[in-house]
């Protein structure tokens, strides 16, 4: 069951937005049953859609679906009847990037996220692009294209806080303090969240990425023990920033108050959680040290950060967290979507 050619050009005529991905390849109906923003543990099916311009319908042995777009407002919406079951389900959504996605729910009252992506798509550049084109097999090892068109081979959480984190910057265990500049961060990308041994960060360009998340004090999977800070909707000068923030001298230059650091939070599902600076109140009218590297400074804790800057440089790995300097048992992460 796969899109013609029909169904493609009725997508290709509707959404400009979409004119990069080649259509007339085969595209699925990616969905799960949660519905929270993000789609996750989802199942897929394809379909042989027909149909032209604003109206379409496909079906297969147990399935009807039709459906409508509306060109003004970059909408469409469709239904998936089930005979067999006696039960339908109402999909609406719009466009996305370089797909569309939306919410379903259906006369059973089940619900969830859904989305559309283009199965032979090759070209993404951050891990959610790929999560949001159904090609998620898991976390783990995927390539992504850079914004000079090579390839990189970067690690993927496609499950923690709703999936799509690319890994864009590590900092291990047995590494000293005191790194200055990004400049000096190795090129080869962690190939694990877990231990990590090279000291990286991403090089190429941010403005694919809108949020951030930063992991430090780690010893166990998925940071388990350590604490993490959250940005959603970020523009790519703020992300910058928290990039520079993990090499003293660039963090510094880059913000020289507190105050220019980007607003952290906590949780990442509560904006309430905000905090200016992402750093205690009683730090937040002070300049910017370059003892210390990282995001977050202290708003998790005492000696809360990823790894320290100037002061006592030669302590190894990123921070307990617990008033207690690095001690070569912790790891720090930065991750992007």
Avoid at 96 to 116: M, V
Avoid at 183 to 197: D, M, Q, R
Avoid at 225 to 249: C, F, Q
Avoid at 304 to 323: F, I, V
Wanted: with cysteine; glycine share 10%.
């Amino acid at each position: 069951m796969k899109l013609n050619g029909i169904y493609a050009a009725l997508f290709a005529a509707s959404f400009a937005t979409y004119s990069q991905v080649e259509l007339s390849t085969p595209h699925t109906i990616v969905y799960d049953t949660l519905s929270d923003g993000q789609v996750t543990n989802q199942h897929s099916v394809e379909y042989d859609f027909k149909g032209q311009n604003s109206h379409f319908v496909a079906h297969n042995q147990t399935e009807v679906l039709s459906g409508t777009v509306n060109h003004a407002q970059q909408l469409i919406h469709f239904q998936i009847t089930e005979s067999s079951q006696n039960n339908v389900k109402y999909f609406t959504g719009s466009v996305s990037g370089t797909g569309f996605q939306g919410t379903w729910y259906s006369s059973q009252g089940e619900k969830g996220d859904w989305q559309i992506g283009t199965n032979q798509q090759s070209a993404f550049y951050t891990c959610r692009e790929i999560l949001q084109a159904g090609q998620s097999s898991g976390d783990g090892l995927y390539e992504i294209m850079t914004d000079n068109n090579e390839t990189l081979q970067v690690y993927c959480d496609m499950t923690t806080d709703g999936g799509g984190w690319t890994l864009v910057g590590s900092y291990p265990k047995n590494r000293i303090g005191g790194i200055a500049r990004i400049s000096e961060y190795g090129t080869e990308p962690a190939t694990t969240p877990i231990n990590p041994t090279q000291v990286w960060m991403f090089r190429g360009s941010l403005s694919y990425f809108a949020d951030a998340r930063e992991q430090v004090a780690c010893s166990q999977a998925q940071c388990a023990d350590g604490k993490s800070v959250y940005g959603t909707n970020m523009p790519t000068l703020e992300l910058e920033h928290i990039r520079s923030s993990w090499a003293y001298a660039d963090k510094v230059e880059a913000m020289p108050q507190r105050t220019d650091i980007p607003t952290c939070r906590t949780d990442l599902n509560d904006v309430n959680t905000s905090v200016e600076g992402c750093t205690k109140p009683e730090y937040l009218n002070s300049a910017n040290p370059n003892t210390f590297v990282g995001w977050q400074a202290d708003v998790n804790g005492s000696y809360c950060w990823a790894a320290l800057g100037t002061y006592q440089s030669t302590k190894l790995g990123s921070s307990l967290c617990q008033g207690v300097t690095p001690n070569g048992t912790r790891w720090a992460l930065l991750w992007m979507r």
